[in-house]
């Protein structure tokens, strides 16, 4: 059974940094194309940004304008999000997933495993 376990989050000030880190056992990740999802309070959750298998392809969702980068390192079993320029409007409990499948890798339930979730704030 892949276990994923999220890591990184914390509280920072607004146009700071952080690096979210997802580790993976129980399984390869090799096999998983994996992703990051947030959920704030009182909100759905939400696509952050996907990579495919070997990550060459990545994918963002909207708000994200250039500011995080998604990326996977297969020999670690580890996959990372590179947050910058954080805004209070990313303040949310940040989850990794991982899915076997083909589905469109935006959405939730196109994931199979789930993180507990690190919780961001980001202050103003």
């Known amino acids: 059974q892949v276990q994923l376990e999220e890591s990184g989050g914390g509280l920072v000030q607004a146009g700071d940094s952080l690096r979210l880190s997802c580790a993976v056992s129980?399984?390869?990740?090799?096999?998983?194309?994996m992703g990051w999802f947030r959920q704030a309070p009182g909100k759905e959750r939400e696509f952050v940004a996907g990579?495919?298998?070997?990550?060459?392809?990545?994918y963002y969702g909207d708000f994200v304008r250039g500011r995080f980068t998604i990326s996977r390192d297969n020999a670690k079993n580890l996959m990372t999000l590179q947050m910058n320029s954080l805004e209070p409007e990313d303040t949310a409990v940040y989850y990794c997933?991982?899915?076997?499948?083909?589905?469109?890798?935006?959405?939730?339930?196109?994931?199979?495993?789930w993180g507990q979730g690190t919780q961001v704030t980001v202050s103003s």
């Open positions: 997933a991982a899915t076997t499948g083909y589905d469109n890798i935006k959405v939730a339930p196109a994931y199979n495993y």
């Open positions: 990579v495919e298998w070997s990550g060459t392809f990545t």
């Open positions: 129980g399984g390869t990740i090799n096999y998983y194309r």
